[in-house]
């Protein structure tokens, strides 16, 4: 079975600044691994996710995150962040042909001006 | 695009009410589920289904059962709904198992 931890719950950061969203996970097997975004009053958005290959995944919005196998981790970051970024970040594993996502339990990111 | 959509945005029932909430994808995909999601919980699974008749329970099933009679709809049913059943719910489908699921914009259920 997996599980995934996200260490911060609410994440403030003024504009420009550099962030990381932090993400551990836990399971016996191998894992594809998932970043997704929710603005307010929308449903989950895909922001990058991790199958195999380069451990480092980038989404085209400037965010992206290192697969660490050693460490169990998937951090999330983006080296200046905007306004416009302001949301919950969710981070997600699953096993290969398993199914089913497992979420963390989200992290608020807000960007102040 | 792949496109995902729920019956309703907002929905307010009675306690005891059946309630039913609809989802539909438009791409095909052989796997759907259904989500809900409150503060500090992130998403936890209710139900989720495979192929056309065929459900799984999820992590919370309780109070909740499904329905999948053709490939593109997955429905979500209370059958007597009750206050604790207050939640934003998601739907969301795969063509792939263990790969991206893509998400419905929610309800957002208030049992009064």
């Known amino acids: 079975a997996q599980s995934v931890t996200q260490l911060d719950s609410q994440v403030p950061v003024f504009e420009e600044a550099p962030v990381e969203l932090r993400c551990n996970y836990s399971?016996?097997?191998?894992?594809?691994l998932f970043w997704y975004v929710q603005y307010p009053n929308q449903g989950l958005q895909l922001l990058l996710k991790?199958?195999?290959?380069?451990?480092l995944v980038e989404s085209i919005n400037g965010f992206e995150a290192e697969f660490n196998k050693s460490q169990t981790s998937f951090h999330l970051r983006k080296p200046s962040v905007h306004i416009s970024d302001t949301a919950e970040y969710f981070c997600?594993?699953?096993?290969?042909?398993?199914?089913?996502?497992?979420f963390g339990q989200g992290t608020e990111l807000s960007v102040k001006p | 695009d792949v496109k995902v959509t729920q019956s309703s945005r907002y929905l307010v029932k009675r306690t005891g009410e059946k309630v039913f909430l609809e989802c539909v994808q438009d791409?095909?995909?052989?796997?759907m589920f259904w989500y809900r999601q409150d503060p500090g919980l992130g998403l936890r699974l209710i139900y989720f289904?495979?192929?056309?008749?065929?459900?799984e329970k999820g992590d919370i099933p309780e109070g909740y059962s499904v329905s999948r009679e053709k490939k593109e709809r997955f429905s979500l049913i209370l059958e007597s709904a009750s206050t604790n059943q207050t939640s934003m719910y998601l739907c969301?489908?795969?063509?792939?198992?263990?790969?991206?699921?893509?998400f419905g914009p929610g309800t957002r259920l208030t049992v009064t």
């Open positions: 997600a594993v699953s096993a290969p042909q398993g199914g089913k996502l497992i």
């Open positions: 791409m095909d995909h052989e796997n």
């Open positions: 289904s495979y192929d056309v008749k065929m459900k």
């Open positions: 969301a489908s795969s063509p792939l198992r263990g790969d991206e699921q893509y």
């Open positions: 399971s016996s097997v191998s894992v594809y």
């Open positions: 991790y199958l195999s290959g380069s451990t």
